[in-house]
Protein backbone atom coordinates (compact mmCIF):
# COMPACT_ATOMS: atom_id res chain seq x y z
CA UNK A 1 0.00 0.00 0.00
CA UNK A 2 0.82 3.49 -0.36
CA UNK A 3 1.95 5.82 2.58
CA UNK A 4 2.64 9.70 2.86
CA UNK A 5 4.96 10.56 5.27
CA UNK A 6 5.11 14.26 6.87
CA UNK A 7 7.70 13.98 9.46
CA UNK A 8 7.47 17.90 10.39
CA UNK A 9 4.19 18.27 12.51
CA UNK A 10 5.21 21.99 12.69
CA UNK A 11 7.21 24.60 10.86
CA UNK A 12 7.79 27.82 11.42
CA UNK A 13 9.77 30.76 9.41
CA UNK A 14 9.91 34.60 9.44
CA UNK A 15 8.54 36.56 6.73
CA UNK A 16 10.72 37.01 3.63
CA UNK A 17 12.69 33.77 4.78
CA UNK A 18 12.71 30.23 3.03
CA UNK A 19 11.63 27.13 4.47
CA UNK A 20 11.34 23.72 3.05
CA UNK A 21 8.89 21.31 4.49
CA UNK A 22 9.34 17.49 4.00
CA UNK A 23 7.41 14.63 2.29
CA UNK A 24 8.21 11.05 1.74
CA UNK A 25 6.75 8.13 -0.05
CA UNK A 26 6.76 4.76 -0.36
CA UNK A 27 5.34 3.22 -3.72
CA UNK A 28 6.15 0.11 -6.26
CA UNK A 29 4.76 2.44 -8.90
CA UNK A 30 6.67 3.93 -11.61
CA UNK A 31 3.59 6.02 -12.99
CA UNK A 32 2.80 8.49 -10.05
CA UNK A 33 1.73 12.12 -9.32
CA UNK A 34 2.94 14.18 -6.22
CA UNK A 35 0.76 16.72 -4.96
CA UNK A 36 1.22 19.99 -2.11
CA UNK A 37 -2.15 21.03 -0.92
CA UNK A 38 -2.61 24.07 1.14
CA UNK A 39 -5.39 24.09 3.91
CA UNK A 40 -5.44 27.75 5.52
CA UNK A 41 -7.90 28.49 8.53
CA UNK A 42 -10.60 28.74 6.54
CA UNK A 43 -10.27 24.76 5.94
CA UNK A 44 -10.37 24.57 1.99
CA UNK A 45 -7.84 22.63 0.18
CA UNK A 46 -6.04 24.44 -2.32
CA UNK A 47 -3.29 23.41 -5.00
CA UNK A 48 -0.27 24.80 -4.55
CA UNK A 49 2.02 22.15 -7.20
CA UNK A 50 1.84 19.34 -8.79
CA UNK A 51 5.08 16.72 -9.77
CA UNK A 52 4.79 14.16 -12.21
CA UNK A 53 6.82 11.00 -11.75
CA UNK A 54 8.09 11.08 -15.07
CA UNK A 55 9.39 14.67 -15.23
CA UNK A 56 13.04 15.03 -13.74
CA UNK A 57 12.64 18.69 -13.57
CA UNK A 58 11.15 19.93 -10.78
CA UNK A 59 7.92 22.17 -10.86
CA UNK A 60 7.92 25.72 -10.12
CA UNK A 61 4.80 27.84 -9.33
CA UNK A 62 6.07 31.63 -8.63
CA UNK A 63 7.24 31.29 -4.90
CA UNK A 64 6.92 27.27 -4.75
CA UNK A 65 9.35 24.64 -5.96
CA UNK A 66 9.95 21.09 -5.11
CA UNK A 67 13.01 18.92 -4.73
CA UNK A 68 11.80 16.04 -6.26
CA UNK A 69 14.25 13.12 -5.55
CA UNK A 70 12.45 9.86 -7.27
CA UNK A 71 15.35 7.51 -6.40
CA UNK A 72 14.91 8.61 -2.39
CA UNK A 73 10.88 8.52 -2.97
CA UNK A 74 11.19 12.30 -1.53
CA UNK A 75 9.18 15.38 -2.39
CA UNK A 76 9.89 18.89 -0.84
CA UNK A 77 8.17 21.77 -0.69
CA UNK A 78 10.46 24.59 -0.78
CA UNK A 79 8.09 28.56 -0.55
CA UNK A 80 10.78 31.47 -0.91
CA UNK A 81 9.85 35.26 0.23
CA UNK A 82 7.71 33.75 2.78
CA UNK A 83 4.36 36.07 3.04
CA UNK A 84 2.34 35.90 6.15
CA UNK A 85 -0.74 34.53 3.69
CA UNK A 86 1.56 31.37 2.92
CA UNK A 87 0.44 30.39 7.22
CA UNK A 88 -1.62 26.96 6.68
CA UNK A 89 -1.51 23.52 7.23
CA UNK A 90 0.00 21.71 4.18
CA UNK A 91 -0.84 18.44 3.10
CA UNK A 92 1.92 16.35 0.51
CA UNK A 93 -0.65 13.64 -1.54
CA UNK A 94 0.24 10.76 -4.03
CA UNK A 95 -1.93 9.51 -6.78
CA UNK A 96 -0.98 6.75 -8.75
CA UNK A 97 -1.20 7.24 -13.13
CA UNK A 98 -3.06 5.24 -15.21
CA UNK A 99 -6.90 6.09 -16.24
CA UNK A 100 -8.33 4.18 -13.86
CA UNK A 101 -6.63 5.25 -10.72
CA UNK A 102 -8.39 8.41 -8.94
CA UNK A 103 -7.39 8.10 -5.17
CA UNK A 104 -5.35 10.41 -3.36
CA UNK A 105 -3.39 9.30 -0.48
CA UNK A 106 -2.39 12.04 2.10
CA UNK A 107 0.03 12.58 4.30
CA UNK A 108 -0.98 14.14 8.27
CA UNK A 109 0.46 17.42 7.25
CA UNK A 110 2.45 20.01 8.71
CA UNK A 111 1.53 23.43 9.97
CA UNK A 112 3.38 26.75 8.82
CA UNK A 113 3.33 29.71 11.27
CA UNK A 114 4.78 32.71 9.37
CA UNK A 115 5.83 35.50 12.00
CA UNK A 116 6.05 39.06 11.24
CA UNK B 1 -16.63 29.70 -12.54
CA UNK B 2 -17.71 29.09 -8.83
CA UNK B 3 -15.89 25.99 -8.57
CA UNK B 4 -17.15 23.92 -5.72
CA UNK B 5 -19.67 24.62 -3.93
CA UNK B 6 -20.75 23.08 -0.57
CA UNK B 7 -23.51 23.51 2.02
CA UNK B 8 -24.11 23.57 4.28
CA UNK B 9 -21.06 25.50 5.92
CA UNK B 10 -21.37 23.69 9.32
CA UNK B 11 -24.44 21.64 10.77
CA UNK B 12 -24.73 20.12 14.20
CA UNK B 13 -26.76 17.00 14.54
CA UNK B 14 -28.03 14.88 17.43
CA UNK B 15 -26.67 11.32 17.41
CA UNK B 16 -29.56 9.19 14.90
CA UNK B 17 -30.53 11.69 12.61
CA UNK B 18 -30.09 11.77 8.75
CA UNK B 19 -28.87 14.54 6.87
CA UNK B 20 -27.45 15.08 3.10
CA UNK B 21 -24.61 16.90 2.57
CA UNK B 22 -24.63 19.10 -0.87
CA UNK B 23 -21.73 19.41 -3.66
CA UNK B 24 -21.95 20.91 -6.85
CA UNK B 25 -19.53 21.54 -9.41
CA UNK B 26 -19.66 23.99 -12.39
CA UNK B 27 -16.33 23.08 -14.03
CA UNK B 28 -18.02 20.32 -16.43
CA UNK B 29 -15.79 17.75 -14.18
CA UNK B 30 -16.49 14.16 -14.75
CA UNK B 31 -15.45 12.55 -11.18
CA UNK B 32 -16.18 13.72 -8.41
CA UNK B 33 -14.90 12.73 -4.46
CA UNK B 34 -16.44 12.37 -1.54
CA UNK B 35 -13.48 13.08 1.47
CA UNK B 36 -13.68 13.43 5.42
CA UNK B 37 -11.13 14.80 7.45
CA UNK B 38 -11.03 13.84 11.15
CA UNK B 39 -8.49 16.08 13.59
CA UNK B 40 -4.71 16.02 13.08
CA UNK B 41 -5.23 13.54 9.65
CA UNK B 42 -4.94 13.72 5.86
CA UNK B 43 -8.23 13.24 3.77
CA UNK B 44 -9.93 9.80 3.50
CA UNK B 45 -11.92 9.16 0.44
CA UNK B 46 -15.81 7.93 1.18
CA UNK B 47 -16.94 7.73 -1.76
CA UNK B 48 -16.11 8.65 -5.86
CA UNK B 49 -17.83 8.87 -8.66
CA UNK B 50 -16.55 8.68 -12.54
CA UNK B 51 -19.42 10.51 -14.40
CA UNK B 52 -23.40 10.53 -13.83
CA UNK B 53 -25.11 7.22 -12.44
CA UNK B 54 -21.44 5.46 -11.24
CA UNK B 55 -20.14 5.70 -7.76
CA UNK B 56 -18.24 3.42 -6.11
CA UNK B 57 -16.52 3.31 -2.44
CA UNK B 58 -13.47 4.23 -0.80
CA UNK B 59 -11.50 3.85 2.34
CA UNK B 60 -14.54 4.69 4.59
CA UNK B 61 -17.73 4.07 3.63
CA UNK B 62 -19.74 2.71 6.44
CA UNK B 63 -22.61 5.13 7.39
CA UNK B 64 -22.79 6.79 3.81
CA UNK B 65 -24.65 7.13 0.48
CA UNK B 66 -23.65 8.65 -2.53
CA UNK B 67 -25.63 9.21 -5.78
CA UNK B 68 -25.16 10.96 -9.11
CA UNK B 69 -28.17 11.79 -11.06
CA UNK B 70 -26.30 14.72 -12.88
CA UNK B 71 -22.97 15.60 -13.96
CA UNK B 72 -22.71 18.92 -11.32
CA UNK B 73 -24.28 17.24 -8.42
CA UNK B 74 -22.59 14.43 -5.55
CA UNK B 75 -24.76 14.68 -2.74
CA UNK B 76 -23.47 12.58 0.48
CA UNK B 77 -25.79 11.11 2.95
CA UNK B 78 -25.42 10.32 6.22
CA UNK B 79 -28.49 7.83 7.70
CA UNK B 80 -28.47 7.52 11.86
CA UNK B 81 -25.51 9.61 12.51
CA UNK B 82 -22.91 8.76 14.86
CA UNK B 83 -20.40 11.08 17.05
CA UNK B 84 -17.72 8.97 15.19
CA UNK B 85 -18.89 10.74 12.16
CA UNK B 86 -18.07 14.27 13.63
CA UNK B 87 -15.51 15.22 10.66
CA UNK B 88 -14.76 18.30 8.20
CA UNK B 89 -16.19 16.85 4.74
CA UNK B 90 -14.73 18.05 1.71
CA UNK B 91 -16.03 17.29 -1.83
CA UNK B 92 -13.52 17.29 -4.60
CA UNK B 93 -13.81 17.21 -8.79
CA UNK B 94 -11.37 16.81 -11.77
CA UNK B 95 -11.50 16.34 -15.21
CA UNK B 96 -10.57 12.47 -16.16
CA UNK B 97 -9.57 11.93 -20.02
CA UNK B 98 -8.19 8.89 -19.08
CA UNK B 99 -4.30 9.28 -18.45
CA UNK B 100 -4.53 9.26 -14.67
CA UNK B 101 -2.85 12.66 -14.59
CA UNK B 102 -6.09 14.47 -13.41
CA UNK B 103 -5.75 17.67 -10.56
CA UNK B 104 -8.08 17.20 -7.82
CA UNK B 105 -10.06 20.57 -6.90
CA UNK B 106 -11.35 20.81 -3.56
CA UNK B 107 -14.60 22.90 -1.92
CA UNK B 108 -14.45 25.24 1.01
CA UNK B 109 -15.75 21.96 3.59
CA UNK B 110 -18.52 20.97 5.95
CA UNK B 111 -18.43 20.92 9.40
CA UNK B 112 -20.46 18.24 11.03
CA UNK B 113 -20.87 17.66 14.35
CA UNK B 114 -22.65 14.51 15.86
CA UNK B 115 -23.58 14.58 19.48
Known amino acids: AQTVTQSQPEMSVQEAETVTLSCTYDTSESDYYLFWYKQPPSRQMILVIR??????QNATENRFSVNFQKAAKSFSLKISDSQLGDAAMYFCAYKIGGGSNYKLTFGKGTLLTVNP | NAGVTQTPKFRILKIGQSMTLQCAQD?????MYWYRQDPGMGLKLIYY???????DKGEVPNGYNVSRSTTEDFPLRLELAAPSQTSVYFC??????????????FGPGTRLLVL
Open chain 2, 49 to 55: SVGAGIT
Open chain 2, 92 to 105: ASSYSSGSGKETQY
Open chain 2, 27 to 31: MNHNY
Open chain 1, 51 to 56: QEAYKQ
